[in-house]
């Protein structure tokens, strides 16, 4: 069974940087898809980065140029590279995984929540203005 483990959350100052990162057990990270979502209080999940099993990225506009998705199959992590912290980037941030049978499908769109059927606790970031 699948496990993942969010760290690395905490409070910074705006134009800070944070790195999180999700540790994967249970399977190999490189068998699975994964991605970033946040959600901050009074709205919905927000997908904000992912990670095919090829290394292929996906970005939402509001992190496009500030945050970097990594995978390390080694370690089994993935990891979200966070710079140029705005407030509006305080959230619970959760990673996400899909097996490549269902993100290898035609119609898997990767920073959609209901592709993902695996997911972490989360880890909280606030950013101080």
């Known amino acids: 069974q699948v496990k993942l483990v969010e760290s690395g959350g905490e409070t910074v100052q705006a134009g800070g940087s944070l790195k999180l990162s999700c540790a994967v057990s249970?399977?190999?990270?490189?068998?699975?898809?994964m991605a970033w979502f946040r959600q901050a209080p009074g709205k919905g999940r927000e997908g904000i980065a992912s990670?095919?099993?090829?290394?292929?990225?996906a970005y939402s506009d509001s992190v496009k140029g500030r945050f970097t998705v990594s995978k390390d199959n080694t370690k089994a992590t993935l990891d979200l590279q966070m710079n140029s912290l705005e407030p509006e980037d305080s959230a619970m941030y959760y990673c996400a995984a899909a097996s490549i049978l269902r993100c290898a499908q035609v119609q898997f769109s990767p920073l959609e929540e209901t592709q993902y059927p695996t997911w972490g606790p989360g880890t909280q970031v606030t950013v101080s203005s």
């Open positions: 990670i095919d099993v090829l290394g292929t990225t």
């Open positions: 249970g399977t190999t990270s490189s068998s699975h898809c």
